[in-house]
């Protein structure tokens, strides 16, 4: 399997990379909760049933603990934390919690392992990533008999 990409200029005037081109991610598709119920099935012992049950209730869970204010720690995928944004004020005691104060965001930080050969540190769950060009693919069909040979 493979992370799909396709070129893009940049045409914002005035940047300094205006009219370079850079790779970006492109989706394969979209996987729902129930595709991954389906796929941990095949991998496990659990029943479909069984991993849907824990992956709302993990949802759910997540959504409680974030809304409480805490930051989640999941091994191998990441932590979760939440977040504000709000409009900046000269001094503290301008601050008003309804009038500054503008959404809420939950931000993801991936889990990394360091790599001792390049002394650097390495998304885990990327760690053996390989690209396609998506603009060379002849068509969808093409990229699931590559996922099939995998």
Partial sequence: MAILYKLVENKVPGSKACGKWYARATPSGVKTIDDIADIMQQNCSLKRS???????????TLESLLLDGYRVDIPRLGSFKPGVRSIGVSSPSEFNERKHLRKSTIHFKPSYVYDRDLCTH???????VSYVDASKLASGKEMEERRKEK
Avoid: P, T
């Fill in 122 to 128: 390495k998304l885990r769950m990327l760690q053996n």
């Fill in 50 to 60: 069984d991993i849907y049950a824990a992956l709302l209730e993990f949802s759910d």
